[in-house]
């Protein structure tokens, strides 16, 4: 045994106690989440695979979702309403709007559930919680790259060429990101508390749908109150850059871009420590 | 030396009656209290699942906790594992835990054995490139080698635990929780299991052991903490908190007199049941402590609801180990006339051929010798205290070594008929 004590001091260094029932801070909440990685990637490929190994579709349903809203779109609120469409064609006027807004529901419909979906790894494991939420979002995003993919085809049969503006793309890819983590985190979080969160959440982004710049372009929003509109619903500078982007084939207003940007991480910060704080009792009320 | 888990002050509180709050509730409390009004009738009421709790857990050693059902002790594991936090007090600890808390947590259904193990190994902390080198570990520990490439739901639930467990067993922890996990599979399962319980022990893995499994708890623990009502009762060496926990045990079997809290239990036949045993001298006197070789006089307090005739008595001395030596009239075939009401039965053994230890006393009655029934319970437990020198043994043995020997000591002695021949060379 004394031996065994000597070999422990020269050996390694005495490990440090950690307490583990006091409050952490955020960032290295994060730091530990960012060593959890592979266990973000290893859920993240869980969740693709068990969501296509379930449908008989399969990656077919993640195009058919923004394709079939996108026909009847362009049919009802299109040629039946006329709504202005800025010159763009009616399917890509559409499209291009709804592929970050099937992004950003999909993400709801399976982030916000997902830690009430894993109660007996929550009640029995321990992991930074946010890792299921946020494995959603990024198994959401397999579905978004499916349907991006789609809108190739859009392309073609309207002989719409990339532009360089396309490569603005990737910064409105990452600022929808950490919108969608920062609202899944919020609601996730909730609804582990309050169950009614379920069924709220159909309702919340049907009147968020209306309340974005997708049936609709931006230039129909009265323009006394249009800034505050952007700063107060940060998908809508994302929605009016992607139409920007694909249906125009300009550069995005870059200041809209910075604000959605700025408001998305205050958001996030914001639902991070929302969550991290209700992240103690999950396995208490769950 | 170094504690590995520190666990000061610690307190657990809970909202009693539902699980999760639902809005309106917490609205309407929420209103009231701006109202300035009490709303105590639809306080959700509370209790305290752990109280003030203290310990420590030293480096490599195994600490088994016991109590009696919601006692608290699943909580304060859960506490440790970071799964629950404290209301009061805190929790530390030095290193990476691994919980057997649950074997098979984030099994999926619809995923294949494969893509599982993987995912559970990634859950309980091991990296990817860990869970490669340890995958043939993991599957031929499991015995599921054919089985990998297919789906979980079409697992049987033996295979489905073995999977969890031999994941969970892989993992290489400083400190190891265990909860009731020992119970799963087959016999052999179970004991491998426990094998590799023991061998992590000998690794020098912290363990903090819950099981209701008393028998696994002795063997496996250096030292007991007893909980009751989530307070500490007694901290210590295995032995005497055994022995303390034990005759705790005994005293709530001796004060639960109303027969027909027995008689729910499985103790045999409804009609005739074992209201308690008791341990005597020889001499008639009560006694919990016996020394080697004396003779242990019980008294059996039984109680028949109707008349029985010929009704059949057996009596175990047991240890963690399972039953030493037994009296029993299926064999010996010296059962009573007839008996009706309550009344006593004695059994003397004449001498305790034991080492060292606390034993208990199983018994069980059946309505007539063929009525087939086997679940004898635990119903008294005594201790042998005696000097090893009155064994006539001089090699340096101690009590808390004895009780992973032999304990039956039958008079024995050595021969050598060839010493000092070519065929015993000294």
Not at chain 2, 219 to 233: V, Y
């Amino acid at each position: 045994m004394a031996q065994l004590e000597a070999l422990d001091v020269v050996g390694e260094q005495p490990q440090p106690l950690n307490i583990i029932s006091s409050r952490p801070r955020l960032a290295s909440s994060f730091v530990e989440f960012l060593s959890y990685r592979e266990l973000l990637w290893t859920l993240t490929i869980r969740e693709v695979k068990v969501r296509y190994s379930q449908t008989s579709l399969g990656v077919a349903w993640a195009v058919a979702q923004p394709l079939s809203l996108m026909l009847a779109f362009t049919i009802f609120f299109g040629r039946f309403a006329g709504m202005p469409n800025d010159g763009v064609p009616y399917p890509i006027f559409y499209y291009s709007a709804l592929l970050p807004w099937t992004f950003f529901t999909t993400c709801l419909a399976f982030g916000v559930p997902s830690l009430v979906m894993n109660v007996s790894l929550v009640t029995k494991v321990y992991f930074p919680r946010e890792i299921l939420p946020v494995a959603s979002v990024l198994s959401a995003l397999v579905d978004y790259c499916a349907a991006t993919a789609a809108f190739g085809l859009l392309m073609l049969i309207y002989r719409v060429a990339p532009t360089p503006a396309y490569l603005f793309l990737v910064p409105m890819a990452i600022i929808q990101l950490v919108l969608a983590i920062a609202v899944t985190l919020f609601f996730a979080a909730i609804n582990v508390s309050y169950r009614d969160v379920r069924y709220a959440i159909p309702l919340v982004s049907q009147i968020w749908l209306y309340a974005t710049p997708v049936i609709y372009p931006l230039s129909v929003v009265p323009e006394h109150i249009r800034t505050a509109y952007l700063f107060l619903n940060p998908m809508a500078p994302i929605i009016e850059s992607y139409r920007q982007v694909l249906g125009i084939g300009t550069s995005p207003d870059l200041s809209l871009l910075g604000l959605s940007a700025l408001s998305s991480a205050i958001l996030l910060a914001g639902g991070y420590a929302y969550f991290k704080r209700a992240e103690r009792r999950f396995a208490d009320v769950i | 030396m170094t504690n590995v888990v520190e666990v000061s002050g610690v307190s657990k509180k809970f909202r009693k009656g539902f699980r999760y709050w639902s809005l309106r509730e917490d609205l309407s409390l929420f209103g009231r209290k701006i109202l300035g009004r009490n709303g105590t009738a639809h306080q959700p009421e509370e209790f305290w699942a752990v109280r003030e709790l203290s310990f420590s857990v030293r480096r490599g050693e195994a600490l088994g906790i016991v109590g009696s059902n919601g006692a608290g002790k699943s909580t304060t594991l859960k506490l440790i594992s970071r799964i629950s936090y404290p209301t009061e007090g805190s929790v530390g600890v030095r290193g990476r835990v691994a919980s057997l808390i649950e074997v098979g947590a984030g099994l999926h259904p619809e995923l294949t054995g494969r893509d599982n193990v993987f995912i559970n190994a990634a859950i309980m902390g091991m990296t990817r490139s860990e869970i490669e080198k340890k995958f043939d570990a993991i599957v031929s520990f499991a015995e599921l080698q054919e089985f990998m490439d297919m789906p979980v739901k079409r697992y049987s639930s033996g295979m489905y635990v073995r999977l969890g467990f031999s994941v969970a067993v892989h993992t290489d922890p400083d400190i190891l929780l265990v909860d009731e996990v020992l119970s799963v599979g087959d016999v052999a399962f179970q004991a491998k299991s426990m094998e590799r319980m023991l061998s992590f022990r000998e690794k020098g893995v912290s363990i903090v052991f819950v099981s209701h499994n008393l028998p696994a708890v002795a063997q496996m623990c250096d030292r007991l903490l007893w909980i009751e009502k989530g307070e500490k009762k007694l901290l210590g060496k295995t032995p005497e908190v055994m022995e303390a926990y034990l005759e705790a045990q005994d005293q709530k079997i001796a004060d639960s007199k109303k027969p027909q809290d027995i008689r729910g239990e499985d103790m045999g036949s409804a009609d005739i049941v074992i209201e308690r045993i008791t341990t005597h001298r020889a001499d008639g006197s009560p006694a919990r402590e016996f020394a080697y070789r004396e003779p242990l006089l019980l008294k059996i307090h039984y109680r028949a609801f109707t008349e029985i005739r010929r009704p059949c008595f057996i009596v175990a001395i047991s240890n963690h180990n399972g039953a030493l030596f037994a009296a029993s009239m299926q064999f010996d075939e010296r059962f009573p006339a007839s008996v009706k009401g309550s009344g006593v039965v004695e059994l003397l053994f004449e001498e305790l051929p034991l080492l060292p230890s606390t034993y208990h006393v199983m018994g069980q009655i059946r309505r007539n010798v063929a009525a087939n029934y086997y679940n004898p319970k635990i119903l008294a437990s005594f201790v042998l205290r005696s000097p090893f020198k009155s064994y006539g043994y001089t090699g340096g043995v101690g009590l808390a070594n004895s009780r992973n020997t032999a304990p039956i000591v039958v008079p024995y002695e050595w021969r050598f008929p060839t010493e000092g021949t070519d065929g015993f060379a000294g």
